[in-house]
């Protein structure tokens, strides 16, 4: 038992994701086979997930894994930002048969080293014709504008003074209610009704732009 478990033990609220989905600490050679990949040249050395990305201004580096859907998860990764590229880092809740969100974008919780975000991608920005107003020139009209608010919440974190030190990050989705913690204490969370899709089948990590650190990822539902 980790550490990280024995802080959760007896807490009820981590006992109703019970079932161990997927984790990897990293300990082998390379990726295993549940692992994919897109735009990325991550790789993995001394026990740790290093994310790097091939062009930023094309797309972030991603690894993901699929799984069977679901509504709730938890999902926990420890992290550090390891360079001056290492800018930013996002958690992606994904289901690739949902046609109603660019790339079936779900959920998102993204981290950089002055804060952080948590954003219902469903029915928000990710949504197709909010995605397809947000390339447009002319951009999002007014009624989107005051609808995003309501799609996204800040993260009260700040690592800019600690960049090189390890935090572990825990994500739990419970319905339309997405929490977000760092190192075990409650940094924020949203609710809002894209967050509850019920089939969730990909959990992923993109990366910008390199040198992020990843090591002990587990997905728990």
Not at 24 to 44: L, M, N, P, T, V
Not at 110 to 129: R, Y
Not at 201 to 217: G, P
Request: aromatic share 10%.
């Amino acid at each position: 038992m980790t550490e990280w478990d024995l802080k959760r033990k007896g807490n009820e609220e981590s006992l109703y994701y019970s079932e161990l989905v997927f984790e990897d600490d990293f300990s082998a050679e390379g990726f295993g086979e549940r692992w994919s990949h897109y735009k990325s040249e991550s790789e993995i050395q001394d026990g740790v997930l290093i994310g790097k990305t091939i062009d930023i201004n094309d797309h972030a580096g991603v690894e993901a894994i699929r799984c069977e859907g679901r509504q709730d998860m938890e999902v926990s990764v420890k992290f550090k930002f390891a360079g001056p590229e290492a800018e930013r880092f996002n958690v992606w809740f994904d289901d690739k048969d949902f046609k109603g969100a660019h790339a079936g974008h779900v959920t998102s919780i993204s981290i950089w080293s002055t804060g952080g975000n948590i954003q219902d991608a469903k029915t928000g920005n990710m949504e197709n014709s909010i995605y397809e107003m947000k390339k447009s020139p002319a951009g999002f009209d007014e009624a989107t504008k005051e609808l995003l608010k309501t799609k996204a919440a800040n993260l009260e974190v700040d690592f800019e003074k600690k960049k090189d030190e390890w935090y572990e990050l825990l994500i739990r989705t419970k319905g339309p209610l997405v929490t977000v913690f760092i190192d075990g204490d409650e940094v924020g969370s949203l609710e809002s009704e894209g967050n509850a899709h019920p089939t969730k089948s990909q959990v992923s990590l993109t990366t910008n732009i390199s040198n992020v650190h990843y090591d002990e990822d587990k997905e728990t539902e």
